[in-house]
């Protein structure tokens, strides 16, 4: 959501911001922007609606705007159209000041007010452009200095890039529940919202905390803290290669990265376990902690929240405690009973969903300890958690998310077993059967992905639908859910998922005839129930799609239209490898509509706006 670049050094700064925001663009988008400081030309502004192609033309791909310092953006419009004028940068009346800003200023309606008053005119709807006129209105010939007075006057969430006419020999950068990270270069420094767009340049990076203000110039970086007192920051090397952050010949990369699923949930399983036991060393949380829990909640959003759906049926089966999962932008409204005794699981691939982070914020102030399953490096969920398990999924550029939930719930697994095993709720064959299906599952999952083609098949017969309803039971249930979300996210497919016992009590009426319904029958104890279910639908003319394991392959294809069969499993792994057909499906159909599969219509990969 939002993307931002900056840069100070001496290259030609136009095509390295519009590459840096090309490598942003998955974060979702709908206009683009530059603004690059040159000594004869002053500041120049370049703005264009639409996709980041219509900004390299605009540019003549970056050589028609000259300088070697600059700030560019992609904007996910919240306040105002996405059109060339409330598209970022932002600049100040006199048009010396621009600023490029993720995330929402709550008060700018009376800021707007306050400078309107003094005579200053406004262009745009955008809550953006208050900071920059703020920024003039205090400009004094020192913009640290206008900086510090304006972050004074403004609420709400910000990343901020801004650069002004008067001091091209640096700019400045902000940031506050919106994640932004300085990069640091020889005879350059950059600034950028993830680090997808800096590993071309370089690997060594700060992380800026809430309320730090950065100043770059070519040869350095001065961090201060809310008060404007200087801080040294901690460099951190970034070991993701360029290529994880390319389609590498693959057509988009949701296809790639689920095809990367194998490989992922090996590299955040295996390091972890070592002579058939589990070493969570990177865990904080003490025996005596452990066992004085009584609640576990599991906060998350989206994709994330299915796997904290899963992540229940497991948690409570092994552990015996009682596990709430939470949306996280309900979570802070409900008056959650949280204690000492009380263990929040926050779940989040970017480790800066505002949602979540607020979730877990007031988690924390309630007294509940933080462990986070986290993908990014660095994240502010990750920095500010007692205990975090990165998954080891690399960087994931598609707007849905595959691979990610794959390693989360390959974390939650670990997680669920070593808890169990300390807390002495599993005998040690039990432990070691679970611990060796555990690695199984790459090569379980593989199986699936070396076989694409049936569902393929299916998603040609099934992709004109207009309705799709997913049905499961437990663990079953969980993953209709997500298989439910892969498909409406990048199809626009309607579809809802329901407990499979649950759609007599109302939904049924809208089953009729052609009406497709996957029905997940995983769960092998479950598996006739289930068929139960799908005969009452198909009594009302629905077409199903049934998934069930090897053990039941045989009956499924009597009673359903289209059957796909998965490798038997314990059914506590089941959602790994159920996942993958509902992943495959989804992204047939949303390619046989044309649909624009790694840029869903209105999404955002990382959701930093409430
Ligand atoms: C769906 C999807 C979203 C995210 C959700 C949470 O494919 O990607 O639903 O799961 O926005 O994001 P994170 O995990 O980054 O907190």
Not at 170 to 180: E, G, I, M, T, Y
Not at 188 to 201: E, G
Not at 282 to 288: A, D, K, P, S
Not at 375 to 403: C, F, H, M, Q
């Amino acid at each position: 959501m939002c993307g931002i670049v900056g840069y100070i050094g001496r290259e030609q700064v136009s095509p390295i911001l519009l590459d840096g925001l090309t490598r942003l663009e998955y974060r979702g988008y709908d206009s683009a922007g530059l603004a690059v400081f040159h000594p004869e030309k002053g500041l120049q502004v370049v703005k264009a609606r639409g996709r980041l192609q219509a900004l390299w033309d605009a540019t003549q791909q970056g050589q028609a705007v000259p300088g070697t310092m600059g700030v560019g953006h992609t904007r996910w419009a919240t306040h105002g159209a996405p059109n060339d004028i409330n598209s970022h940068p932002q600049v100040s009346q006199s048009g010396k000041i621009a600023v490029v800003h993720n995330g929402i200023i709550e008060n700018y309606v009376k800021l707007k007010e306050f400078l309107e008053a003094k005579g200053v005119v406004f262009a745009s709807e955008t809550d953006t452009e208050v900071v920059a006129q703020l920024l003039e209105y205090y400009y004094h010939g020192d913009l640290l200095d206008a900086v510090s007075k304006v972050l004074h006057r403004i609420e709400g969430a910000y990343a901020l890039g801004i650069v002004c006419a008067d001091e091209p020999e640096q700019f400045v950068a902000v940031r506050k529940d919106s994640p932004l990270i300085v990069g640091h270069g020889v005879g350059f420094n950059m600034i950028a919202s993830d680090v997808t767009a800096l590993i071309s340049y370089t690997r060594e990076v700060s992380y800026l905390n809430d309320g730090e203000v950065a100043v770059l110039t070519r040869d350095s970086i001065q961090v201060y803290d809310s008060l404007m007192r200087p801080v040294t920051k901690e460099v951190v090397h970034i070991d993701w290669e360029i290529s994880a952050a390319e389609k590498g010949g693959y057509e988009h990369f949701m296809f790639k990265e689920i095809m990367e699923q194998p490989k992922a949930i090996q590299a955040t399983i295996s390091p972890r376990i070592q002579n058939g036991q589990i070493v969570l060393d990177e865990l904080n949380i003490t025996q005596e902690q452990l066992q004085q829990l009584d609640r576990i909640y599991v906060i998350a959003c989206g994709s994330s929240y299915h796997v904290g759906m899963a992540a229940k049926y497991i948690l409570e089966r092994l552990l015996r405690i009682p596990v709430e999962v939470a949306l996280a932008s309900e979570f802070r409204y409900s008056e959650p009973i949280v204690t000492e005794r009380t263990l929040a699981v926050v779940i989040s691939q970017s480790g800066e969903t505002i949602d979540t982070l607020a979730a877990m914020r007031e988690a924390k102030r309630l007294g509940a300890r933080i462990l986070s399953i986290v993908n990014v490096v660095g994240s502010t969920i990750a920095r500010e958690s007692d205990d975090v398990l990165y998954t080891w999924a690399g960087p994931e550029i598609a707007v849905a998310t595959t691979k990610a939930y794959s390693t989360q719930l390959a974390v939650v697994y670990l997680l669920a077993l070593d808890f169990a095993k300390k807390l002495g709720k599993l005998n040690e064959q039990e432990y070691e059967t679970l611990v060796a299906e555990l690695e199984q599952l790459p090569e379980k999952a593989q199986m699936i992905l070396d076989h694409t083609e049936e569902i393929q098949y299916f998603a040609s017969i099934y992709f004109n639908h207009n309705s799709i309803f997913f049905i499961g039971r437990n663990i079953d249930y969980a993953v209709g859910l997500e298989g439910s979300l892969k498909l409406k996210e990048i199809s626009y497919i309607h579809s809802e998922a329901y407990a499979a016992g649950e759609l007599k009590h109302g939904t049924i009426s809208l089953i009729e005839d052609g009406t497709l319904v996957v029905a997940l029958a995983g769960w092998n104890t479950l598996f006739e129930k289930l068929m139960s279910n799908v005969k009452e639908v198909k009594a009302r003319g629905a077409d199903v799609i049934g998934v069930a394991t090897q053990t039941h392959a045989q009956k499924l294809s009597t009673q359903v239209d289209s059957a796909l069969v998965i490798p038997d499993v314990h059914p506590m792994f089941l959602p790994s490898l159920e996942v993958i057909p509902m992943q495959l499906f989804a992204y047939y159909v949303a390619l046989m509509r044309g649909c624009d599969i790694d840029k869903p219509r209105n999404l955002a990969k990382s959701v930093t706006v409430e």
